[in-house]
Each structure stands twice: as C-alpha cells, then as structure tokens.
T-cell receptor
C-alpha cells in the first residue's frame, strides 16, 4: 500500500476484555515496529520484527501483551485482559530494511479502556 | 544500552528567531540518527537523518541537524522559526552494532509564538 495502515483507528473496550490491533506495513518493508504513546508522552518501544528473525520483545510491558507477524507482512498486537493503564495510542511503523532507512509510521490506534 | 536523551520538555521561541532542539545519544557502535515531528492528532513524520558524510544534514521544512561525534549530539536547528513549526519533535537512534531497533527520545514540544 501507499503507507502504513492501522486498524481500527479508535477502539473503546471494557476492562478485562481482549483487543487486537492490526498493522499493514508498506509492501516490501522487512522491519516492523510497535510503539505505545500515552497521552502527551514519548514513544515506548514494544516489539520489533525484522524479516524471519526472532522478534525483539524486550519492550512488551507484561505477558498480557503479544504480537505476531504473519508471512512477513501484516502484524497483530494483542492485549489480553485489558487494564485502564493500557489506554494509549498504539503506533506501528515499518522500514525497508535495517540500517540507514527511516521508518514510516501509521496514524495509530487510539485505545481507551473503560 | 542504547539510549537517546532530549533534555528539554519544551522549547519556546518567537517567530523569525532561530530554534534549536537538543538531542544526545548513547550507543555501543556507529549510530544512524533521525528526527521526526508529530503535529497534533497526526502520526509521526520523518524530517531528516544522518547516516554518514557531512555532519550537517538538511531535511524537510527548512530543518537541519548537526551531528557531533565528540559530543554524541544531534541537535535539530532551523534559522527562522514559523508558528506552524509548533509540534512535538522526537530524536531517534539506530545502533548498527546492536539490535538495529529504533530507539526514540522522550520528545520536545516546540512552541513558536507569533
């Protein structure tokens, strides 16, 4: 596609429910990132996929968070048993390859846990 | 460990004056450095990057950044600020000798007053 696409753009869920956030990276991009941005805050790294290598999960805040990337393309971030502190904008980014290329960001999914 | 520091939460300048947004980094090897901008309710947009070569890098919207290896800094600059430059600015680094993931600073809010 023309850019990184994320869906849904907004999600309101009840505390304790599971949610799935989707990211379609730019076609051909081998690297994919998930970040979390809380209100007015910086970008918190969550997870990083690079090609067929094992993902870097070092930023996932708890075992309620997981992500997968199928076929080296689409990625899904899953949050189980959501808590109010999970409320944030979840940003996905992709880049053509590792190294010198910049990452392109989607518009994000705004998650609100009530 | 890789890290990026943006020491100023907010920078205030008058329109027409030069602006500087500071960034320092810490990596184990050679860095690739990036600046991104986030306008209100928008995703992150790439501004410029340093890979190698000239220490002064020019980017979008009249912005430039100076790479200083001895001071491990990559400050963002613009000779004449516009009110429309008011936004949240993020510095980021990719450590080529480490995991290649993209690490962001905490962000600096730039406010340009008329």
């Amino acid at each position: 596609g023309a850019g990184v696409s994320q869906s849904p753009s907004n999600k309101v869920t009840e505390k304790g429910k599971d949610v799935e956030l989707r990211c379609d990276p730019i076609s051909g991009h081998t690297a994919l990132y998930w970040y979390r941005q809380s209100l007015g805050q910086g970008l918190e790294f969550l997870i990083y996929f690079q090609g067929n290598s094992a993902p870097d999960k070092s930023g996932l805040p708890s075992d309620r968070f997981s992500a997968e990337r199928t076929g080296g393309s689409v990625s899904t971030l899953t949050i189980q048993r959501t808590q109010q502190e999970d409320s944030a904008v979840y940003l996905c980014a992709s880049s053509l390859r590792i190294g010198d290329t910049e990452a392109f960001f989607g518009q994000g999914t705004r998650l609100t846990v009530v | 460990a890789q890290s990026v520091a943006q020491p100023e939460d907010q920078v205030n300048v008058a329109e027409g004056n030069p602006l500087t947004v500071k960034c320092t980094y810490s990596v184990s090897g050679n860095p690739y450095l990036f600046w991104y901008v986030q306008y209100p309710n928008r995703g992150l947009q790439f501004l410029l990057k340093y890979i190698t070569g000239d220490n002064l890098v020019k980017g979008s919207y009249g912005f430039e950044a100076e790479f200083n290896k001895s001071q491990t800094s990559f400050h963002l600059k613009k000779p004449s600020a516009l009110v429309s430059d008011s936004a949240l600015y993020f510095c980021a680094v990719r450590d080529l000798d480490s995991s290649y993931k993209l690490i962001f600073g905490s962000g600096t809010r730039l406010l340009v007053r008329p």
